[in-house]
């Protein structure tokens, strides 16, 4: 992930993409302390090629309490509610924490997914997201292009999935050096919702747009909505989304 201050060529934002790529890799990312400890122990007993991408710096501490077992391509479920469902990866999970108490706060349902395998990803589990809640955000701290937001959007498509995503990860470009709180602030995201095709009229694109707005606010006041457009594919409309200062990157135990 992002690393500050040790400079451009040291920022972690593509492992999960290349990683992803080779044949027989399986990619796992650990919520806390304890769960890199048992995903340490797992990999070494696993007999196949395991990648265990962790964060630097200081281990959340947080969910201590959550520690299921670690099984092949699964996931495990912290929160289960309905509502919008956030599908976060490794240190993701800490700030989808933080989200999910913000969202709580205006009465908003919210369940929370450790996803804890990038490579074999939860299918199941990501198709019970999408049929039990209206809304599935996935939060990953690596480029969007390769990712795992990329490679669950590309399969709610096969399930002919028609109703709203959210991926939230870092854009496609190179993290230029300087600490994390400057690298928050000059960082935009672009975030992708699928809608059915009969919801692109104007006043549905507009009403998605204010729901969009206040989501943001919700999250965090200095979050604003740059510009939105609409892309046409085969079976949906995307409707582009760019967010100034997003929030997946509140990553430091003061934050």
Partial sequence: ??????????????DLSFLSSIPNMHIMAPKNKWELSDMMKYAVAAGC??????????????LKEFRAPISMGKSEWIYKEGGIALLAVGSMVKTAVTVREALKEKGLPVSLVNVRFVKPFDKEMVKQAAEEHDFVITLEENTANGGFGEGVRAYLEECNYRGKFLSVAIPDCYVEHGSVEQLK???????????????????????????????????????????????????HTNIIFDVVKPYRFSLSDEE
């Fill in 1 to 14: 992930g992002l690393v500050g201050a040790d400079g451009e060529t040291h920022q972690g934002i593509f």
């Fill in 49 to 62: 090629p395991i990648a265990v991408r962790y964060p630097k710096g200081e281990a959340y501490t947080g």
């Fill in 185 to 235: 602030k000059e960082l935009h995201c672009e975030a992708v919702i699928h809608m059915d095709p009969i919801c692109i009229h104007d006043p549905e694109v507009n009403a998605m747009k204010e729901k969009v707005c206040g989501f943001l606010r919700d999250i965090d006041p200095v979050l604003t909505l740059h510009d939105f457009r609409t892309v046409k594919g085969p079976t």
